[in-house]
T-cell receptor
Framework: DAKTTQPTSMDCAEGRAANLPCNHS???????VYWYRQIHSQGPQYIIH???NNETNEMASLIITEDRKSSTLILPHATLRDTAVYYC????????????FGTGTRLAVRP | GAGVSQSPSNKVTEKGKDVELRCDPI?????LYWYRQSLGQGLEFLIY????????KSGLPSDRFSAERTGGSVSTLTIQRTQQEDSAVYLC???????????????FGPGTRLTVT
């Protein structure tokens, strides 16, 4: 799986959009971008994934650059409950393989 | 609907004792994973079950660790002769593998916090 790099920490004000960047410059053509998050003392939670096109679901939006070397996870209206560590992963679809999380980005949402 | 459940939520045991951790995956999910996470660390893969295939045990740290999955559903992770370095949160995840090139996601349980004293 391609390596990803993320900022160690970020913060944003409650109600504002949180934009979390991820670089994956060595991504292969058949690798998807996945985002998970882990709230303190809980198991990781799947957020969203994408291949080439931008994706949106009830939790977030995923913007992938045209060259696919980077992406941004957008939480449109961050709440205090969104405070968590966010992990960006790239991996082959349907590989049935284990997940490997890096250090992720610790997002702090301020009241 | 019901998510992945794990029991117990917390387990304190003495060094040298055996422990069993249980995972109930989401109904219909064919793949089941065990991971562990030490304090402030990332996720460490332990073992993976997929349907009736032989499990991928490549992440088990020693022969004191074993896991089984009965009837393609519930899984038990057993740690024999526990050591203090086994203290961690043990996480279970399940996923529904789609055919072909369809992507999938893993759904995690709340974890079992194991403390070996």
């Amino acid at each position: 799986d391609a390596k990803t790099t993320q900022p160690t920490s970020m913060d944003c004000a409650e109600g504002r959009a949180a934009n979390l960047p991820c670089n994956h410059s060595t991504i292969s053509g058949n690798e998807y971008v996945y985002w998970y998050r882990q709230i303190h003392s809980q198991g990781p939670q799947y957020i969203i994934h994408g291949l080439k096109n931008n994706e949106t679901n009830e939790m977030a939006s995923l913007i992938i650059t045209e060259d696919r070397k980077s992406s941004t996870l957008i939480l449109p209206h961050a709440t205090l409950r969104d405070t968590a560590v966010y992990y960006c992963i790239v991996r082959v679809a349907g590989s049935g393989d284990k997940l490997t999380f890096g250090t992720g980005t610790r997002l702090a949402v301020r009241p | 609907g019901a998510g992945v459940s794990q029991s117990p939520s917390n387990k304190v045991t003495e060094k040298g004792k055996d422990v069993e951790l249980r995972c109930d995956p989401i109904s219909g999910h064919t793949a089941l994973y065990w991971y562990r996470q030490s304090l402030g660390q990332g996720l460490e893969f332990l073992i993976y079950f997929q349907g009736n295939s032989a499990p991928d045990k490549s992440g088990l740290p020693s022969d004191r660790f074993s896991a089984e999955r009965t009837g393609g559903s519930v899984s038990t992770l057993t740690i024999q002769r526990t050591q203090q370095e086994d203290s961690a949160v043990y996480l279970c995840a399940s996923s529904l593998l789609a055919g072909g090139l369809s992507p999938y996601e893993q759904y995690f349980g709340p974890g079992t916090r194991l403390t070996v004293t």
